[in-house]
Protein backbone atom coordinates (compact mmCIF):
# COMPACT_ATOMS: atom_id res chain seq x y z
CA UNK A 1 0.00 0.00 0.00
CA UNK A 2 3.21 2.08 0.91
CA UNK A 3 4.34 1.94 -2.51
CA UNK A 4 1.27 3.47 -4.54
CA UNK A 5 0.81 6.10 -2.16
CA UNK A 6 4.27 8.37 -3.10
CA UNK A 7 3.71 8.02 -6.92
CA UNK A 8 0.14 10.13 -5.87
CA UNK A 9 1.78 12.17 -3.84
CA UNK A 10 4.60 13.26 -6.22
CA UNK A 11 1.67 13.87 -9.22
CA UNK A 12 -0.56 15.33 -7.17
CA UNK A 13 2.25 17.89 -6.48
CA UNK A 14 2.75 17.91 -9.84
CA UNK A 15 -0.43 18.75 -11.13
CA UNK A 16 -0.80 21.49 -8.27
CA UNK A 17 2.43 23.26 -9.81
CA UNK A 18 0.95 23.09 -13.01
CA UNK A 19 -2.74 24.86 -11.84
CA UNK A 20 -0.41 27.23 -10.09
CA UNK A 21 1.25 28.26 -13.29
CA UNK A 22 -1.46 28.09 -15.82
CA UNK A 23 -3.07 30.91 -13.77
CA UNK A 24 0.10 33.18 -14.13
CA UNK A 25 0.03 36.19 -17.21
CA UNK A 26 3.38 35.35 -18.93
CA UNK A 27 3.53 39.00 -19.82
CA UNK A 28 4.37 39.80 -16.52
CA UNK A 29 7.63 39.29 -16.11
CA UNK A 30 8.54 40.21 -12.66
CA UNK A 31 11.33 43.13 -12.92
CA UNK A 32 14.36 43.10 -10.50
CA UNK A 33 14.61 46.84 -11.00
CA UNK A 34 10.78 47.82 -9.48
CA UNK A 35 10.89 49.58 -6.39
CA UNK A 36 14.76 50.76 -6.77
CA UNK A 37 15.97 53.36 -8.83
CA UNK A 38 15.93 54.13 -11.95
CA UNK A 39 19.37 53.89 -13.31
CA UNK A 40 21.12 56.98 -13.97
CA UNK A 41 22.17 57.97 -17.42
CA UNK A 42 22.27 61.02 -19.68
CA UNK A 43 21.15 60.89 -23.05
CA UNK A 44 20.57 63.47 -26.12
CA UNK A 45 17.10 64.53 -26.74
CA UNK A 46 15.85 63.50 -29.84
CA UNK A 47 14.93 66.55 -31.31
CA UNK A 48 17.89 68.65 -30.52
CA UNK A 49 20.78 66.14 -30.29
CA UNK A 50 23.59 68.82 -28.45
CA UNK A 51 21.44 69.06 -25.06
CA UNK A 52 21.22 65.85 -22.95
CA UNK A 53 18.42 64.86 -20.47
CA UNK A 54 18.59 62.38 -17.76
CA UNK A 55 16.08 61.12 -14.63
CA UNK A 56 17.69 63.62 -12.09
CA UNK A 57 15.99 66.47 -14.30
CA UNK A 58 12.58 65.09 -13.20
CA UNK A 59 13.15 64.51 -9.82
CA UNK A 60 9.81 65.62 -7.43
CA UNK A 61 8.09 64.17 -10.91
CA UNK A 62 5.93 60.74 -11.32
CA UNK A 63 6.67 59.99 -15.08
CA UNK A 64 6.27 57.04 -17.70
CA UNK A 65 9.00 56.51 -19.37
CA UNK A 66 8.24 54.83 -22.70
CA UNK A 67 11.06 52.55 -24.84
CA UNK A 68 10.13 52.60 -28.61
CA UNK A 69 11.68 52.39 -31.95
CA UNK A 70 11.06 53.23 -35.36
CA UNK A 71 11.57 49.34 -36.57
CA UNK A 72 9.22 47.95 -33.69
CA UNK A 73 5.90 46.62 -35.02
CA UNK A 74 4.16 46.59 -31.78
CA UNK A 75 5.11 50.04 -31.31
CA UNK A 76 2.44 51.05 -33.80
CA UNK A 77 0.24 49.06 -32.01
CA UNK A 78 0.61 51.02 -29.22
CA UNK A 79 1.06 54.48 -30.44
CA UNK A 80 -2.19 55.46 -31.08
CA UNK A 81 -2.76 54.90 -27.36
CA UNK A 82 -0.02 57.39 -26.60
CA UNK A 83 -0.85 60.15 -28.75
CA UNK A 84 -4.41 60.02 -28.04
CA UNK A 85 -3.55 60.66 -23.66
CA UNK A 86 -1.14 63.40 -24.56
CA UNK A 87 -4.16 65.09 -26.21
CA UNK A 88 -6.82 64.13 -23.10
CA UNK A 89 -4.81 64.41 -20.45
CA UNK A 90 -1.77 67.01 -19.87
CA UNK A 91 -1.30 65.62 -16.18
CA UNK A 92 1.23 62.63 -17.44
CA UNK A 93 4.39 62.79 -18.10
CA UNK A 94 5.33 60.58 -20.75
CA UNK A 95 8.87 60.59 -22.14
CA UNK A 96 10.26 58.22 -24.69
CA UNK A 97 13.44 56.33 -25.29
CA UNK A 98 13.98 55.49 -28.47
CA UNK A 99 15.59 52.65 -28.61
CA UNK A 100 18.80 51.28 -31.00
CA UNK A 101 17.17 53.54 -33.64
CA UNK A 102 18.75 55.95 -36.29
CA UNK A 103 17.83 59.06 -35.20
CA UNK A 104 16.36 60.04 -39.02
CA UNK A 105 14.17 57.05 -38.70
CA UNK A 106 13.00 58.09 -35.19
CA UNK A 107 11.89 61.67 -36.42
CA UNK A 108 9.88 60.55 -39.71
CA UNK A 109 8.30 57.79 -37.72
CA UNK A 110 7.26 60.38 -34.80
CA UNK A 111 6.40 62.96 -37.54
CA UNK A 112 4.12 60.93 -39.58
CA UNK A 113 2.13 59.16 -36.70
CA UNK A 114 2.09 61.83 -33.90
CA UNK A 115 4.53 62.74 -30.98
CA UNK A 116 3.34 61.83 -27.75
CA UNK A 117 6.34 62.64 -25.63
CA UNK A 118 7.29 65.70 -23.77
CA UNK A 119 10.36 64.54 -24.76
CA UNK A 120 12.34 61.40 -26.56
CA UNK A 121 15.49 61.01 -25.84
CA UNK A 122 18.14 58.56 -28.15
CA UNK A 123 19.41 55.41 -27.15
CA UNK A 124 20.98 54.36 -30.38
CA UNK A 125 23.78 51.82 -28.73
CA UNK A 126 20.75 50.56 -26.07
CA UNK A 127 23.24 50.57 -23.26
CA UNK A 128 20.78 52.37 -21.14
CA UNK A 129 18.03 49.93 -22.37
CA UNK A 130 20.56 47.48 -21.35
CA UNK A 131 20.72 49.17 -17.50
CA UNK A 132 16.53 49.45 -17.43
CA UNK A 133 16.70 45.37 -18.46
CA UNK A 134 15.02 45.73 -21.59
CA UNK A 135 14.67 42.92 -23.59
CA UNK A 136 11.96 44.07 -26.33
CA UNK A 137 9.83 47.28 -27.30
CA UNK A 138 7.60 48.17 -26.57
CA UNK A 139 8.64 48.70 -22.10
CA UNK A 140 6.97 51.10 -20.33
CA UNK A 141 8.29 52.14 -16.65
CA UNK A 142 6.46 54.32 -14.31
CA UNK A 143 8.64 56.21 -12.17
CA UNK A 144 7.62 58.01 -8.69
CA UNK A 145 8.75 61.50 -7.45
CA UNK A 146 11.95 59.93 -5.70
CA UNK A 147 12.82 58.75 -9.00
CA UNK A 148 11.49 55.03 -8.12
CA UNK A 149 10.65 52.63 -10.99
CA UNK A 150 7.26 51.22 -9.51
CA UNK A 151 6.04 49.45 -12.68
CA UNK A 152 7.19 47.81 -15.43
CA UNK A 153 4.68 47.09 -18.36
CA UNK A 154 6.11 44.69 -20.80
CA UNK A 155 4.26 44.55 -24.41
CA UNK A 156 1.95 47.56 -25.77
CA UNK A 157 -0.05 49.63 -24.06
CA UNK A 158 -3.60 48.86 -24.84
CA UNK A 159 -6.29 51.09 -23.74
CA UNK A 160 -7.23 48.47 -20.91
CA UNK A 161 -3.62 48.33 -19.45
CA UNK A 162 -3.52 52.46 -19.46
CA UNK A 163 -7.21 52.59 -17.61
CA UNK A 164 -7.13 49.59 -15.09
CA UNK A 165 -3.21 49.94 -14.22
CA UNK A 166 -0.70 52.81 -15.82
CA UNK A 167 -3.10 56.07 -15.03
CA UNK A 168 -4.65 54.92 -11.69
CA UNK A 169 -0.81 53.91 -10.30
CA UNK A 170 0.62 57.46 -11.54
CA UNK A 171 -2.54 59.07 -9.97
CA UNK A 172 -2.02 57.39 -6.58
CA UNK A 173 1.97 58.17 -6.81
CA UNK A 174 0.71 61.71 -7.01
CA UNK A 175 0.59 62.58 -11.01
Aim: with cysteine.
Amino acid sequence: MRKGVVPIAVFGVLIAFLAIGLTLNPRELPSPLVNKPVPAFELPQLNAPQQTFGPKDLRGKVWMLNVWASWCVACRVEHPVLVELSKTDKSVLVYGLNYKDKREDALQWLARFGNPYTESLSDTQGTVGIDLGVYGVPETFIIDKEGVIRHKQIGPITPEVLRDTILPLMRKLGA
